[in-house]
């Protein structure tokens, strides 16, 4: 499986960002999803998750701010974000994971760095 995330940048507080992520070698639209965040000095995390059914879940810290989507034509998977704040930075990837579990269940793609400045 090959993981590629792509759309983060440097943006003031409040801004927004897109990111995407084409995942390739699976059947994409069966995968449950999730985006995770490595930020500086901290344990990679995940903070947003997409079933196959397109249900949706997402850490307290980005709740109300970020929204998860895919699109399985295109097999890639998105990340809206908005009302950035500085601790929002850090490197973004996405990976297949179990429905139910916060796990990754690939090796780590290519990441997206984000930086959110105050």
């Known amino acids: 499986v090959q993981l590629q995330a792509c759309g983060g940048g440097l943006v003031q507080a409040g801004g927004s960002l897109r990111l995407s992520c084409v995942v390739s070698?699976?059947?994409?639209?069966?995968?449950?999803l999730g985006w995770y965040r490595q930020a500086p000095g901290k344990q990679r995390e995940l903070v947003a998750g997409i079933l196959s059914s397109g249900s949706t879940t997402y850490a307290d810290s980005v709740k109300g701010r970020f929204a998860i989507s895919r699109d399985n034509a295109k097999n890639t998977v998105y990340l809206q974000m908005n009302s950035l704040k500085p601790e929002d930075t850090g490197v973004y990837y996405c990976?297949?994971?179990?429905?139910?579990?916060?796990?990754?269940?690939?090796?780590w793609g290519q990441g997206t760095q984000v930086t959110v400045s105050s």
């Open positions: 070698g699976t059947i994409f639209n069966v995968n449950a």
């Open positions: 990976n297949r994971k179990r429905a139910y579990d916060t796990r990754a269940l690939d090796a």
